[in-house]
């Protein structure tokens, strides 16, 4: 930088190749990147020996975002090769907290004295023994931690999750709250069928004020606006009114639509949701298991019937999907692309914090993999499938308990945007229906 004085701020963005997967830690005097290739293979870690990295959506170079005219600074990288995840953890202090995302009355625990917690009066710090216990002192589910020492300041990212049912119910309720009024006399309407599917889920947790109501508001959205959307939240709005009512009218729309469905996201889970209650109710299913047949051959191929590619996580879902009880080479293939995308149980984010509705749905499909899939890799992974799927599962309700009214942090905004109620909705629909794998 030369010239006038001016202030800048340097960041640095990993960038992968197209045949791989990175992962981002940041935080503060500690920090690392980490990028692996999508199937097997070994993982390159790039990690900060000397410097101070501000714990953001990318490595903005500190201690401070803003340089002056003329500022010189210097930072230490080493890049190293290492075989899988529980390998890289090792690049983790041996004081660092294990999780960091947590259960909202479990406190986070540093098990270092050496690392004095820097409190702004944002936190409930406690000693136990040789240990830290911190948790928030004030309604916040997602506070940064700033810790103290030789080695500089590290700044620990903490996340304290409400449980799934609360934040369903609050949800719900809001999506209820909000629901348009077109004039006097004339129900509610809600804006789409993910709302739609998210409010019948919520009758089955804790309860809403007016279940009545909720169940009058979803029938008049699906007869009315709602009633050509021919996508998979459809498929699962039916299967809840049916679940709601009685009425095998609703389930055998279910069945028509899944009929006309194209590979697309969730499509193989609302497939499967409907041929469980086709089995239930004792009802015919082979059209049904026909058109899902036909549809999983295809997505196998990467492509669908008019010959255009279908996305990865499409064709991903199809395969745990009808690869219930199997541990074969594919599913073994996309739980490690999973794995890779979802950090194997490390602390951090992708590049750009991703988009929590993906993120959502691949917690989804790590909820789909068999049981025999856990031994195999929590030898590869920090920790098993399970886990990493319950602490990425805190980090989005967290994020978007937080949020309130606005996009939770690291979303990829849509050239159309959905509003901020719809789009909490499209993050807690996969994971309201991981609950059920």
Known sequence: MSGAAQAATVTLRPVPARDCEAWTWSAGAEAAWIVAPRGDGPLLVVRQRLGLTLATRSFELGPSSHWAAGERRLWHWQATWVADFRAAAAMLPGWWP?????????????????????????????FVGDTVEILPADDRHRVTVRLNSARGTTLVEARWAPPLDRVLQIWSQRLLDRARTPGRGRHDLLGSPTAAAVVLAAL?????????????????????????????????VHLGLHAATGDTGWLEQAA?????????????????????????????????????????????????????????????????????????????????????????????????????????????????????????????????????????????????????????????????????????AQVLLPLVLAQSW
């Open 204 to 236: 089955t947790g804790p309860g809403l004020a007016d279940p009545m109501h909720a169940v009058e508001v979803v029938e008049a959205s699906i007869v009315g606006p709602l009633r050509d959307r021919d996508e998979p939240e459809a498929v699962l």
């Open 256 to 424: 028509t639509l899944v009929a006309g469905l194209t590979p697309r996201p969730l499509a193989a889970v609302a497939t499967m949701n409907l041929l469980t209650t086709l089995a239930a109710t004792q009802a015919d299913a082979t059209e049904a298991i026909d058109v899902f047949a036909r549809t999983a051959a295809r997505c196998a191929t990467g492509f669908d019937v008019e010959g255009q590619p279908v996305a990865w996580d499409v064709r991903a879902e199809y395969a745990m999907a009808t690869g219930a009880g199997r541990w074969d080479l594919r599913l073994r293939e996309v739980a490690r692309r999973l794995g890779r995308r979802l950090g194997g149980g490390l602390p951090g984010q992708p590049p750009g914090g991703g988009d929590p509705r993906m993120i959502a749905r691949e917690v989804l499909m790590l909820r789909m993999l068999d049981e025999r899939a856990s031994t195999e890799l929590e030898n590869e992974w920090v920790v098993g499938p399970a886990e990493v799927a319950e602490r990425t599962t805190r980090r989005l309700l967290a994020d978007l308990t937080d949020a309130e009214d606005r996009f939770p942090a690291g979303v990829v905004a849509d050239l159309l945007p959905p509003d901020p109620d719809t789009f909490g």
């Open 98 to 126: 294990e999780p960091v995302d947590l259960p909202d009355t479990v406190p986070l625990v540093i098990a270092d004295l050496d690392q004095a917690v820097d409190d702004d009066g944002s936190l409930d710090v406690g």
